[in-house]
Nanobody
Framework: QVQLVESGGELVQAGGSLRLSCAAS????????MGWFRQAPGEEREFVST????????FYADSVKGRFTISRDNAKNTVFLQMNSLKPEDTAVYYC?????????????????WGKGTLVTVSS
């Protein structure tokens, strides 16, 4: 089992940057594909980005492509989401998730473990 704790969310102005972190417990972090999702008020939770176990493969939602970068440090059991050129529509609770069953999950259904989320608010 994996426990995930997100951090780094805060209030930022449009055009600014934030770096989210997700710390994972356990000694088998490198065996999980990892992802970031977000949920805006009144909306469904949506896919943002995913990264393979090794970190060599990544994938992004069209809405964040070119602005967000996912990465991981398997030695530190941590996955990151670097968010640049933030827009008010990026405002949401951001969730970290882990998959032990899918090599490259692209949806909520592919995830097995979830963090509690961190709030990102982008002001205009």
């Amino acid at each position: 089992q994996v426990q995930l704790v997100e951090s780094g969310g805060e209030l930022v102005q449009a055009g600014g940057s934030l770096r989210l972190s997700c710390a994972a417990s356990g000694r088998t972090f490198s065996s999980y594909a990892m992802g970031w999702f977000r949920q805006a008020p009144g909306e469904e939770r949506e896919f943002v980005s995913t990264i393979s176990q090794s970190g060599r493969s990544t994938f992004y939602a069209d809405s964040v492509k070119g602005r967000f970068t996912i990465s991981r440090d398997n030695a530190k059991n941590t996955v990151f989401l670097q968010m640049n050129s933030l827009k008010p529509e990026d405002t949401a609770v951001y969730y970290c998730a882990a998959s032990g069953t899918s090599l490259f999950p692209l949806s909520r259904a592919g995830m097995d473990y979830w963090g509690k989320g961190t709030l990102v608010t982008v002001s205009s």
